[in-house]
């Protein structure tokens, strides 16, 4: 591609990918505030799908690939009951998010992500993806007693010798 349509594809690509971005950022800013949370998951979702298919589009595969990481990390928050969205995810996906926004910002300066601030920035938002996978691992995986309930083995028994005496 001539350097002239691939800076001009890069700068529609920028332009977008801030949309998608703030897109993000307010919906990881309001998703731990319970509202209506599959809409904004479905937003967070779309938002990450549409990074990544511009970026590969226009054949920045590094962004692509990072951005449909991302949007897998998203989808155990619509589909998974044992996710939840807590301070410590929501950590770790904000610096996800950062990562992703400062390459976008870095493409947008210098038309390319192939030195060495890019490719550690790259490095960084894999390693946090992969710490949210295993986060979110974690949560499927823990007991019923890692969480803190009212409901003890005791009162669910009195709730029962209550309900089936009746």
Do not use: W
Not at 11 to 29: K, N, P, R
Not at 81 to 102: H, P, R, T
Not at 104 to 114: D, P
Request: contains cysteine; proline residues 2%.
């Amino acid at each position: 591609m001539q350097p002239e349509r691939q800076q001009r594809m890069i700068g529609y690509f920028v332009e977008e990918a801030t949309t998608h971005l703030d897109t993000i950022e307010q919906g990881l800013v309001n998703l731990s505030s319970r509202i209506d949370k599959y809409s904004i998951v479905d937003e967070l979702l779309f938002a990450a799908h549409s990074l990544a298919g511009g970026a590969a589009m226009i054949g920045i595969d590094s962004i692509a690939s990072i951005c449909s990481n991302l949007k897998s990390c998203f989808q155990p928050l619509q589909f998974d009951s044992s996710v939840k969205f807590d301070l410590k995810l929501k950590k770790l996906f904000m610096q996800a998010f950062y990562g992703i926004k400062e390459l976008v910002y870095h493409l947008n300066q210098s038309s390319e992500l192939n030195d060495a601030k890019a490719i550690k920035v790259m490095s960084e938002i894999e390693i946090t993806l992969g710490k949210i996978r295993d986060y979110i691992d974690g949560m499927g995986k823990r007991s019923p007693t890692d969480n803190p309930t009212f409901l003890t083995d005791e009162t669910l028994s009195m709730f029962d010798d209550f309900f089936l005496s009746r």
